[in-house]
């Protein structure tokens, strides 16, 4: 989704934000812009496509020296991708510039408004009435015109505003979207997520809903669109540089799928205790006894964060016996849904902030359930709203296809779900021999980590075809929704994931000869039906590919292919058969020339309905 970067100090503003929009690219986009404050007004260049390309527009422009500036990478929602369409957009008079993400719903009407007092408009954005609105109802004030106007505003955002007759003055705001404020000495960098801001300074604090921050070089006031006084809670943020470099990997993706084994070992550090058969959940305790009574609850998200949920639900119910439902969190949030005492809503998040989990959140509150987050990003809008959570500790994820947030929300969920069900049903010696087992973890997704370049290979016999199915049951019936969204999301394959025994109720007839299946067959308790499914595509010609336990002789005999995974506890399966299926989706859009990192049309976090 569209990034900000904002920066105020006595540093050349120009590549400090080019640098801060590099950052921000992983978060999906189609077009980039800058303003610098220069003594005259501002100097705005634009470009479609990569910051490299404004990068190299502005390696031909005169000005843009000024220490002041904003930048934007776009991902379109009003208008389409062009020059034109770009941040920063300015008022007709160029008094006001300004960045935005977000979607101003009531936009059509503000314009109607604004066109009867003159304003023209040269663009398809819903941004460009925001910059008029704000000019219109300037009145020798930045800060006191934007409140101004984003009270006559609905619908998300998050600002950076630049006014030349406040040459010195930089104002944001934030309903809905996320925005940071990098506080240095001398210098403030305002940013969409942490990792454009740690480059410069570790101590940031992010605005809330309806916050709006003046930012001179030497002065800094928060307050609310209403006027009341705000005091920001600054904080030190725990990114280092390294955790979002590269480094020897060719992509984000490759190596957050490698990452796994240490990023695991960091969620479950210190919050499991073998010998006592213990769960250690700090963010769990103050709600600790509601969530012990509650009588059902529900998963929200969306994406992989969903398939995690689904995941949970069969933990939960498990491990804690405790009813539980899934839904994806945009369709929990419209449908009035009905939330009974002793619910509670648990969404599950990488990025804390993708707008339907959120939305979603708030209404359940309002219902008067209690609210949970298994969340990724810390001081993220879903971790500070919500009554209790799991941080997942797996560090920052860039690649857009998420991995090793997926394997860090199922462990922090197996650890919720036993974490419960030692306070309800589970028997301290299940309790033991779980988190025994969960500790193996790491160290077998290394194994399955090790095959790599036989997946590769595996991969690569298919990948020219076009349509794949995915299937599994039980537990691993989420990780073949996974395993399906992981290989349309970026090679950029039609793939389907399913239940294997809902094959037969219509998806079997898209099997034809040669047809990639792939069988999540793992020993579990349903171990025979799936290999029942397995015969029923090889009977019609498909092509087996299998994930199976080392040792399964069976399955060599029906499977074209097979991904060998460590045996484990079925409950804890998913976490290793996913891994395969992530290296999978890597190699296949590896081997069809797709970038990776950047997938077509896809956004990180998806801060807009
Ligand atoms: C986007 C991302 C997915 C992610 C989903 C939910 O679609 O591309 O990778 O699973 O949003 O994001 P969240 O940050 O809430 O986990």
Not at 497 to 514: F, N, Q, R, S, V
Not at 554 to 578: G, K, Q
Request: glycine residues 10%; contains cysteine; proline residues 3%.
């Amino acid at each position: 989704m569209c990034g900000i970067v904002g920066y105020i100090g006595n540093l050349p503003a120009k590549n400090l934000l080019i640098e801060g929009l590099k950052r921000l690219e992983y978060r999906g986009y189609d077009s980039a812009g800058i303003a610098i404050a220069s003594s005259t007004g501002f100097d705005i260049e634009r470009a479609v496509g990569r910051v490299s390309n404004l990068e190299a527009k502005l390696d031909g422009d005169t000005g843009f020296d000024g220490t002041i500036g904003i930048a934007h990478t776009r991902w379109a929602t009003h208008g389409g991708v062009t020059e034109v369409n770009c941040h920063p957009h300015t008022d007709n008079g160029n008094k006001v510039c300004l960045v935005h993400n977000g979607i101003i719903e009531n936009y059509a009407a503000i314009k109607t408004w604004l066109a009867e007092r003159g304003h023209v408009f040269n663009t398809e954005t819903d941004t460009e009435a925001l910059a008029c609105l704000i000019a219109e109802l300037y009145d020798g004030d930045l800060e006191a015109a934007v409140k101004a106007a984003l009270r006559e505003v609905t619908g998300a955002y998050a600002i950076a505003v630049l006014c030349t007759e406040e040459p010195g003055v930089l104002v944001c705001a934030r309903k809905g979207s996320p925005l940071m404020v990098g506080v240095g000495s001398g210098e403030y960098v305002v940013a969409s997520d942490p990792s454009a801001i740690v480059a410069h300074t570790s101590r940031a604090f992010a605005l809330d809903d309806y916050n709006v921050v003046r930012l001179t070089q030497d002065s800094i006031r928060t307050s609310t669109i209403h006027n009341k006084a705000v005091t920001p809670k600054v904080m030190q943020l725990e990114l280092e540089l390294d955790q979002i470099e590269l480094g020897t990997f060719d992509h984000y993706m490759q190596k957050e799928i490698f990452e796994q084994p240490h990023a695991l070992r960091n969620t479950l550090r210190g919050r499991v205790d073998r010998d006592e058969g213990r769960i250690v959940l700090g963010g769990l305790l103050s709600c600790a006894k509601e969530l012990v009574r509650a009588r059902k609850f529900v998963m929200i998200g969306q994406g992989t964060a969903l398939h995690a949920g689904m995941i949970g639900e069969y933990l939960l119910e498990d491990f804690a016996k405790i009813p539980t439902e899934v839904e994806f969190a945009s369709e929990f949030r419209y449908r009035n849904p009905i939330v009974e005492e002793g619910t509670v809503v648990c969404a599950v998040s990488q990025s804390g902030e993708t707008a339907d989990t959120l939305a979603a959140l708030g209404e359940a509150q309002d219902k008067g359930a209690l609210s949970m987050g298994i969340v990724n990003a810390v001081g993220s809008s879903i971790a500070r709203t919500t009554d209790a959570g799991v941080y997942l500790r797996v560090g920052p994820e860039i690649g857009v296809a998420s991995t090793k947030a997926f394997t860090g929300q199922v462990t922090a969920l197996t650890m919720m779900a036993l974490f419960l069900g030692r306070r309800r049903f589970l028997s301290v010696e299940k309790c033991k021999q779980m988190i025994g087992d969960l500790e193996t973890i790491p160290d077998k997704i290394e194994q399955v980590l090790q095959q790599a370049q036989q997946i590769k290979a595996v991969t690569e016999k298919y990948v020219h075809r076009e349509n794949w199915l995915f299937m599994g049951r039980g537990f691993n019936y989420p990780t073949a929704l996974e395993g399906a969204l992981k290989l349309k999301e970026i090679s950029y394959i039609h793939a389907e994931g399913m239940p294997a025994a809902e094959m037969k109720h219509g998806p079997i007839a898209l099997i034809t000869d040669g047809m990639p299946t792939v069988f999540i067959a793992n020993r579990g308790a349903q171990y025979t039906k799936v290999m029942a499914n397995i015969e029923e595509v090889r009977a019609r010609g498909g092509h087996v590919i299998a994930v199976a336990t080392e040792g399964d002789t069976e399955i060599e005999s029906v499977a074209e292919d097979v991904l060998w995974v460590p045996e484990v506890a079925e409950p804890l399966s998913p976490l290793l058969t996913v891994v395969p299926l992530q290296l999978m989706a890597y190699y296949a859009a590896v081997a069809r020339g797709h970038d990776v990192d950047k997938p077509r049309n896809l956004a990180k976090s998806v801060t807009v309905e």
